[in-house]
Protein backbone atom coordinates (compact mmCIF):
# COMPACT_ATOMS: atom_id res chain seq x y z
CA UNK A 1 0.00 0.00 0.00
CA UNK A 2 1.31 3.51 -0.92
CA UNK A 3 1.77 5.72 1.73
CA UNK A 4 1.19 9.95 0.92
CA UNK A 5 2.74 10.91 4.15
CA UNK A 6 6.57 8.67 4.81
CA UNK A 7 7.46 11.57 7.11
CA UNK A 8 4.45 10.86 9.26
CA UNK A 9 4.42 7.33 9.10
CA UNK A 10 8.46 7.59 10.42
CA UNK A 11 7.17 9.67 13.48
CA UNK A 12 4.22 7.06 14.31
CA UNK A 13 6.73 4.39 14.07
CA UNK A 14 9.04 5.72 16.38
CA UNK A 15 6.15 7.03 18.80
CA UNK A 16 4.38 3.53 19.07
CA UNK A 17 7.55 1.65 19.76
CA UNK A 18 9.02 4.22 22.37
CA UNK A 19 5.44 3.83 23.99
CA UNK A 20 5.38 -0.18 24.29
CA UNK A 21 9.47 -0.33 25.02
CA UNK A 22 10.71 -1.71 21.97
CA UNK A 23 14.94 -1.09 21.89
CA UNK A 24 14.83 -0.90 18.08
CA UNK A 25 12.30 0.21 15.17
CA UNK A 26 12.71 -0.03 11.38
CA UNK A 27 11.39 1.71 8.35
CA UNK A 28 11.65 1.84 4.66
CA UNK A 29 14.68 3.97 3.75
CA UNK A 30 14.64 7.59 2.28
CA UNK A 31 17.00 10.75 2.26
CA UNK A 32 14.64 13.00 3.69
CA UNK A 33 13.67 9.88 6.73
CA UNK A 34 17.46 9.82 7.42
CA UNK A 35 18.40 13.48 7.64
CA UNK A 36 15.46 14.06 10.01
CA UNK A 37 16.52 10.65 12.47
CA UNK A 38 20.22 12.47 12.32
CA UNK A 39 18.62 15.58 13.78
CA UNK A 40 17.01 13.35 16.50
CA UNK A 41 19.91 11.52 17.12
CA UNK A 42 22.02 14.83 17.80
CA UNK A 43 19.53 16.57 19.81
CA UNK A 44 19.17 13.37 21.82
CA UNK A 45 15.98 11.80 21.65
CA UNK A 46 16.96 8.24 19.61
CA UNK A 47 20.20 6.33 19.66
CA UNK A 48 21.71 4.93 17.17
CA UNK A 49 20.45 5.13 13.14
CA UNK A 50 21.33 2.55 10.72
CA UNK A 51 20.67 1.46 6.83
CA UNK A 52 21.06 -1.53 5.71
CA UNK A 53 19.69 -4.04 3.24
CA UNK A 54 17.47 -6.84 3.59
CA UNK A 55 18.89 -10.18 2.19
CA UNK A 56 16.88 -11.24 -1.58
CA UNK A 57 15.69 -7.56 -1.74
CA UNK A 58 16.95 -4.55 -3.32
CA UNK A 59 15.40 -2.17 -0.51
CA UNK A 60 17.17 -0.78 1.85
CA UNK A 61 15.62 0.10 5.62
CA UNK A 62 16.50 2.19 8.20
CA UNK A 63 16.98 0.58 11.85
CA UNK A 64 16.78 3.03 14.94
CA UNK A 65 17.51 2.28 18.17
CA UNK A 66 14.81 4.35 20.52
CA UNK A 67 16.67 5.81 23.76
CA UNK A 68 15.59 5.37 27.48
CA UNK A 69 16.68 6.75 30.86
CA UNK A 70 18.32 4.87 33.60
CA UNK A 71 15.29 3.59 35.14
CA UNK A 72 13.68 2.80 31.80
CA UNK A 73 11.25 5.81 31.31
CA UNK A 74 10.82 7.33 27.89
CA UNK A 75 13.06 9.89 26.51
CA UNK A 76 10.90 10.71 23.78
CA UNK A 77 7.71 11.72 25.80
CA UNK A 78 6.09 14.02 22.67
CA UNK A 79 6.48 13.54 19.11
CA UNK A 80 4.20 15.65 16.86
CA UNK A 81 4.11 16.20 12.84
CA UNK A 82 3.42 19.93 12.38
CA UNK A 83 3.68 20.22 8.48
CA UNK A 84 1.75 17.72 6.33
CA UNK A 85 0.78 16.63 2.80
CA UNK A 86 -2.83 19.20 2.55
CA UNK A 87 -1.19 21.85 5.01
CA UNK A 88 2.41 22.83 4.97
CA UNK A 89 3.77 25.25 7.47
CA UNK A 90 6.83 27.22 6.78
CA UNK A 91 8.56 29.41 9.59
CA UNK A 92 10.77 32.62 8.85
CA UNK A 93 14.10 32.73 10.66
CA UNK A 94 12.66 35.15 13.11
CA UNK A 95 9.35 33.03 14.09
CA UNK A 96 11.20 29.25 15.03
CA UNK A 97 9.66 28.73 18.39
CA UNK A 98 11.98 27.51 21.13
CA UNK A 99 10.06 24.22 22.17
CA UNK A 100 9.32 23.82 26.25
CA UNK A 101 11.61 26.61 26.90
CA UNK A 102 14.83 24.82 25.15
CA UNK A 103 13.88 20.95 26.28
CA UNK A 104 12.56 20.42 23.25
CA UNK A 105 13.41 20.81 19.63
CA UNK A 106 11.24 21.66 15.73
CA UNK A 107 12.94 20.02 12.56
CA UNK A 108 12.97 22.12 9.54
CA UNK A 109 13.59 21.27 6.28
CA UNK A 110 16.26 24.27 4.90
CA UNK A 111 17.52 25.21 2.12
CA UNK A 112 21.05 24.43 4.17
CA UNK A 113 19.31 20.61 4.42
CA UNK A 114 17.49 19.40 7.53
CA UNK A 115 18.10 21.65 11.03
CA UNK A 116 16.89 21.81 14.14
CA UNK A 117 15.60 25.09 15.43
CA UNK A 118 18.21 26.03 16.94
CA UNK A 119 21.07 24.89 14.31
CA UNK A 120 18.20 27.30 11.92
CA UNK A 121 18.58 30.27 14.19
CA UNK A 122 22.36 30.31 14.35
CA UNK A 123 22.31 30.33 10.79
CA UNK A 124 19.85 32.68 10.53
CA UNK A 125 17.32 30.86 8.01
CA UNK A 126 13.92 29.52 7.88
CA UNK A 127 12.22 26.88 6.55
CA UNK A 128 9.68 24.15 6.66
CA UNK A 129 8.57 22.77 10.05
CA UNK A 130 8.57 18.85 9.91
CA UNK A 131 7.69 17.99 13.78
CA UNK A 132 8.73 18.87 17.62
CA UNK A 133 9.43 17.07 20.28
CA UNK A 134 10.14 16.80 23.60
Known amino acids: ?32 RQAVLN ?24 KVTLKYGPAGEKVLHHLERLSKPGRRVYLPKDK ?14 TPKGVLSGKEARLKKIGGEAICRMW
Not at 16 to 24: E, I, L, R, T
Not at 101 to 109: A, C, D
Open 96 to 109: IPRVRNGYGTIVLT
Open 1 to 32: MATTDSLGDMLTIIRNGSSVGFKQVEMPFSKL
Open 39 to 62: VMKREGFIGEVESYQKEGTPHYYL
